[in-house]
């Protein structure tokens, strides 16, 4: 099994890849004193990776006033100071996820359209089960046929117990009978899936509302967890998502997904940096192992070592 960092390390190459070889591009070829030039160019690199404009820019400051006062000269000077700089930036541990006082905890997935959710749910129950604990998942994504057969597939695959209804059914119906059951059978756990929905739609929105609200008549201090997942792979767009579905729904964490197949995974830290929302886990493979808590210093080490 292969360690945290591990996962990191592979997972975050493509982002890696990229930035080393942008900064080879402009410092290996480098003669003579850096140039304002220099800073632009290492400002853009940074600002491919997703970082931010703001992040890129105070890094790219501070790179300039050690370079000017003899400190650094080197492309892995470089990465120095972006892994000092950003590991101060980020939390070194995430605060607690909320769990119940009795009863399951449960946490609601919520999400627009092609996140990764119904996969990041079932990921999440193998990730949960292995460590112990019951899980129960609930298929509320009763909008798509398919949502519902591809998470009980996945039940069966993680050996973990669904609660499914019908295509087009009442999906707090769904949330509401999970909970109860969840209650009833014992369970550590329950996650539920939601139907993807774009932050646009107040009408999808109020249906996301009626789940929260359904599932709180059944268990009062329920949900523990409202979790947004979000595909790594856009970018910047990941973070106008994150921006603009936070303000119509009360978001107590990020899901991260698809982090492997971007090379923006600066976008966890400029996610980090503006909203402030705790990152849970992220995607680092296609692999049902391969969502793993995130780990500040790890993914830091990862992508500056």
Request: aromatic share 6%; charged share 20%; glycine share 10%.
């Amino acid at each position: 099994m292969p360690s945290l960092f591990q996962f990191f390390q592979r997972g975050l190459q493509k982002t890696k890849t990229s930035l080393l070889r942008s900064l080879q591009g402009i410092l290996g070829t480098q003669t003579g004193a850096w140039t304002a030039e220099t800073y632009e160019r290492l400002e853009a690199a940074l600002i491919a990776t997703d970082l931010g404009v703001e992040i890129s820019a105070r890094l790219v400051n501070e790179i300039r006033d050690r370079y000017e006062r003899g400190l650094i000269a080197t492309g892995e000077d470089v990465l120095a100071v972006a892994r000092e700089s950003i590991l101060a930036s980020l939390p070194t541990s995430s605060s607690p996820m909320h769990e119940a006082v009795a009863g399951p905890t449960v946490v609601m997935m919520v999400g627009v359209n092609g996140s990764g959710k119904t996969t990041s749910v079932a990921k999440l129950a193998h990730y949960f089960a292995a460590s112990g604990k019951k899980v129960l998942l609930a298929a509320g994504d009763t909008f798509r046929a398919a949502g519902i057969e591809q998470l009980c597939i996945w039940g069966e695959r993680v050996g973990c117990p669904v609660v499914a209804g019908k295509h087009g059914g009442d999906a707090a119906a769904v949330a509401f009978d999970a909970v109860r059951s969840g209650k009833q059978r014992g369970m550590d756990m329950v996650l539920i899936d939601t139907a993807g929905r774009q932050h646009t739609r107040r009408d999808l929105m109020a249906e996301l509302e009626k789940v929260k609200r359904v599932i709180s008549k059944e268990m009062p201090d329920a949900p523990h967890e409202i979790w947004l997942t979000v595909d790594a792979s856009t970018g910047t767009n990941a973070l106008n998502q994150a921006r603009e579905f936070g303000k119509l729904f009360p978001i107590t964490g990020l899901v991260l997904t698809k982090l492997d197949g971007t090379g923006r995974g600066g976008v966890v830290v400029a996610i980090n940096e503006e909203l402030g929302y705790p990152v849970r886990f992220v995607g680092l493979g296609e692999q049902v192992d391969d969502l793993q808590p995130f780990v500040a210093t790890d993914f830091v080490k990862a992508l500056f070592a």
